[in-house]
């Protein structure tokens, strides 16, 4: 069993950065994909980004390639998701989530657990 709690939202303003960390408890953090993944108001959560068990493989949405990065410290059981640039369309509720094993995935169905999410909303 992994838990995951997300921390590090907030309101910011156009053009400001927010990084974003997901404490992870349970011993499979290490060989977990971590995933990020966002839903704004009155829509479906969408994929932004994943870092694969040891951070050697990234993938990004494509609204987002160049202003994120995701990072994570598997000593820490911490994943970590910096934010560049925000845009007021960036304003949602970010989640991260585990999946476990050595691959990764755009998917929300291949995630096995999910933070509660953290508010991020990007003033004009």
């Known amino acids: 069993q992994v838990q995951l709690v997300e921390s590090g939202g907030g309101l910011v303003q156009a053009g400001g950065s927010l990084r974003l960390s997901c404490a992870a408890s349970?011993?499979?953090?290490?060989?977990?994909?971590m995933g990020w993944f966002r839903q704004a108001p009155g829509k479906g959560r969408k994929f932004v980004g994943s870092?694969?068990?040891?951070?050697?493989?990234?993938d990004y949405a494509d609204d987002v390639k160049g202003r994120f990065t995701i990072s994570r410290d598997n000593a820490k059981n911490t994943a970590y998701l910096r934010m560049d640039n925000l845009k007021p369309e960036d304003t949602a509720v970010y989640y991260c989530?585990?999946?476990?094993?050595?691959?990764?995935?755009?998917?929300?169905?291949?995630?096995?657990?999910w933070g509660q999410g953290t508010q991020v909303t990007v003033s004009s």
């Open positions: 870092i694969n068990w040891n951070g050697s493989h990234l």
């Open positions: 349970g011993r499979t953090f290490d060989r977990s994909a």
């Open positions: 989530a585990a999946f476990e094993g050595w691959g990764m995935s755009q998917r929300e169905a291949d995630y096995d657990y």
